[in-house]
């Protein structure tokens, strides 16, 4: 009986490799990008395996190779996590995976994207302010103040009912904006993401901004960071992510300045981040490869799997709400906003629902906040009318929607 049981024991582990249920995350940089062979993007997705960018490189080195059958293989995998191919591409695949599989692949890639609306139009930004990056909106859901990349100032909602301009003195481009659970201040980002001409005397950090906008506490970055997104702990531990450099950094409450947290070169182009509810732990993207676990305690970055078929990348705004993590996910063909479900120990992903996709009035939904049971995002976003801060050629400001997304299934 004993060596009955030991050897289930054995059986079970070598069923289920160590580390399964929280898988090393691989370090990606700007290299990573520029592998092309096929053998080294398959490993690149046994490493990635709900990244639909990664997979869409395989699919394309497949199709170069003349690997017809892998190539067939890899549509299936993309079309079962939601992607959808533009018309062209449509038009084109079944022709470049060849005759054998010409069929099959048009069966896999004929499809119309679903479209989910189900968020209402909560707020107009007057199209002065520029390219809003994202909103702040108060507990009881009313629109608090909006980021401007373009500006470097923020806009504010006041119970006048309009919308007024506040310069915050030394600001880069203004992004990401975080509160703490529990109200009060409120934080936001500051540095040159937009690559607008710097003077050298702009500020790059945090800005905190304690009950008023007109009080404001400066936390400098490290040299070389540009941070965006943010997201604040239980503790108040302020955290943020550098897109350009691909670490991420802290504000600890006492704390005079941001200190890292993970190296740079971790991550390729980290983005939206949310902390655990015990402060255990932060849940943040990496735009093309997908979401990563940082436990705090001893600074270790695990991959964050999914037991259901999603994809994971394109997170550019992530939030925690109760055990699911909301996304919004720019970067997936169509653009979405995703509800993920983790497991009891919040390690994983055992659940997946669209909560809106493909909205006909989107251009493109960007960050926001959650209050009232509601994500409260930008709808609109502009970044395709702005190039280092100013209009582009042609190009017209337009205002910007805040739409409100009811989070109860």
Request: a negative charge.
């Amino acid at each position: 009986m004993k060596l009955l049981v030991a050897a289930l024991a054995l059986a079970l582990a070598l069923a289920t490799p160590l580390g399964a249920q929280e898988p090393a995350w691989r370090a990606v940089d700007a290299a990573t990008g520029e592998i092309g062979d096929v053998a080294g993007l398959e490993a690149l997705a046994r490493d990635f395996p709900d990244s639909a960018s990664v997979r869409l490189r395989v699919f394309n080195a497949q199709l170069e190779a003349g690997e017809g059958e892998a190539a067939l293989a890899s549509l299936g995998w993309l079309k079962a996590r939601g992607h959808v191919f533009s018309a062209r591409a449509q038009a084109q695949i079944p022709a470049l995976i060849g005759p054998a599989h010409a069929e099959a692949a048009r069966a896999a890639v004929t499809v119309e994207p679903l479209i989910v609306a189900a968020s209402t139009v909560q707020d107009e930004i007057p199209a002065q302010a520029g390219l809003i990056e994202s909103v702040y909106v108060t507990p009881v859901g009313e629109p608090g103040f909006a980021t401007s990349v373009s500006r470097r100032s923020l806009f504010v909602r006041f119970s006048e009912g309009d919308w007024r301009e506040i310069v915050v003195p030394r600001a880069q481009a203004l992004s990401g904006v975080a509160s703490h659970p529990y109200g009060g201040s409120a934080w936001v980002a500051s540095a040159n993401i937009d690559g607008s001409p710097d003077d050298g005397e702009r500020f790059t950090g945090l800005i905190e901004l304690p009950g008023d906008v007109d009080g404001k506490i400066y936390y400098p970055a490290p040299a070389g960071v540009a941070v965006s997104d943010l997201a604040v702990g239980p503790d108040r531990t302020v955290y943020a992510s550098d897109p350009m450099g691909g670490g991420v950094y802290r504000a600890r409450p006492d704390a005079a300045a941001l200190e890292p947290l993970v190296a740079p070169g971790t991550f390729r182009s980290p983005q939206g981040l949310a902390v655990s509810a015990d402060g255990a732990r932060i849940y943040l993207s990496d735009y093309r490869y997908g979401l990563a676990v940082i436990d705090l305690a001893s600074g270790a970055v695990r991959r964050l799997a999914s037991d259901v078929p999603a994809a994971l990348d394109g997170v550019d705004g992530l939030w925690l709400h109760g055990r699911e993590l909301i996304a919004v996910q720019n970067g997936t063909a169509p653009m979405r906003i995703s509800a993920f479900t983790l497991s009891d120990d919040g390690k994983r992903i055992t659940a997946h629902r669209v909560l809106e996709q493909a909205h006909p009035e989107w251009t493109e939904p960007l960050g926001g906040s959650i209050a009232d049971g509601a994500l409260y995002y930008i709808a609109t976003g502009q970044w395709d009318r702005y190039d280092k801060g100013a209009l582009r050629e042609g190009m017209t400001a337009v205002p910007t929607v805040i739409r409100r997304l009811p989070l109860t299934p």
